[in-house]
């Protein structure tokens, strides 16, 4: 499920792109979460945290269809409340959402996802899916990030 753009002759901005990808994709998300692996492509990888906060990810349109069925979302509803979106390597988008999700049980959790859209002929895919729950109220201390623990405050170069 490529992303149409409006015009193909004029290159809309990343933010326009960003918009339009997120309003399509968390209503697909919602509603037919059977369609929502035709965003991606075989080489598409997809991240998700385990119930212990591990970060899996997959790959292959097949793969991600499967984990995305397993996660039930049609049982949630989606509140975005921010979709930030740049213009990336070769063209593509980079797009920051941050919301809400609400359960059956009418629990909302903060959550961040970030997508990486690469062109593509007609439109762009996904082609990177990071997705995390952000818990409010979690102590920083004795956190390891990839294995790395917190920050120190020397100053770091990258």
Avoid at 22 to 42: A, G, M, W
Avoid at 63 to 84: V, W
């Amino acid at each position: 499920m490529a992303l149409q753009t409006a015009n193909p002759s004029t290159t809309p901005s990343a933010q326009v792109v960003g918009n339009a990808f997120v309003e399509q994709y968390y209503h697909i998300l919602h509603h037919s979460p059977e369609l929502v692996y035709r965003f991606y492509q075989d080489s598409s990888v997809l991240s998700r945290p385990d119930s212990n906060g591990v970060m899996n990810s997959v790959t292959t349109m097949q793969g991600i269809n499967e984990k995305i069925l397993s996660l039930d979302y049609k049982d949630f509803k989606a509140e975005i409340k921010t979709a930030d979106a740049q213009k990336s390597y070769k063209d593509g988008v980079t797009v920051l959402v941050t919301g809400c999700l609400t359960g059956k049980d009418n629990l909302r959790r903060k959550f961040a996802q970030s997508f990486f859209l690469a062109p593509q002929d007609n439109g762009y895919f996904v082609l990177n899916d990071v997705f995390r729950y952000v818990e409010d109220g979690e102590p920083l201390d004795n956190h390891a990030v990839n294995g790395v623990n917190d920050c120190d405050n020397s100053p770091h170069n990258f």
